[in-house]
């Protein structure tokens, strides 16, 4: 069955790091772009990051120079690591594998994982 599962989140402190990591079935992977997508709580849906099957890349500008996104196409994997983490990156984070290149909206993307929650303390 086509699956995307994310993993990795935790509680950390203002200005500590968190690897997230998602694995998806090859059905949900091969050739598909890979993004990263955020909520917090009361707030919508957010774009952070997207890898492209090849290897272009695109960030929020809220998370660039603090995230770097990256993919094993090998092992049906992507990472997020995240560095200076910050209050306001709490949100439960989103994997989802999507149409495009480097698609940023909610529409291109056809699959998605179940969240995991990353909570920032100050």
């Known amino acids: 069955q086509v699956q995307v599962v994310e993993s990795g989140g935790g509680l950390v402190q203002a200005g500590g790091s968190l690897r997230l990591s998602c694995a998806a079935s090859r059905g949900a992977f091969y050739r598909y772009a890979m993004g990263w997508f955020r909520q917090a709580p009361g707030k919508e849906r957010e774009f952070v990051a997207v890898?492209?099957?090849?290897?272009?890349?695109y960030y929020a500008d809220s998370v660039k120079g603090r995230f770097t996104i990256s993919r094993d196409n090998a092992k049906n994997t992507m990472y997020l690591q995240m560095n200076s983490l910050k209050p306001e990156d709490t949100a439960v984070y989103y994997c989802?594998?999507?149409?495009?290149?480097?698609?940023?909206?909610?529409?291109?993307?056809?699959?998605w994982g179940q969240g995991t929650q990353v909570t920032v303390s100050s």
């Open positions: 890898i492209s099957w090849g290897s272009s890349t």
């Open positions: 989802a594998t999507g149409r495009g290149i480097v698609p940023r909206i909610e529409t291109d993307y056809d699959y």
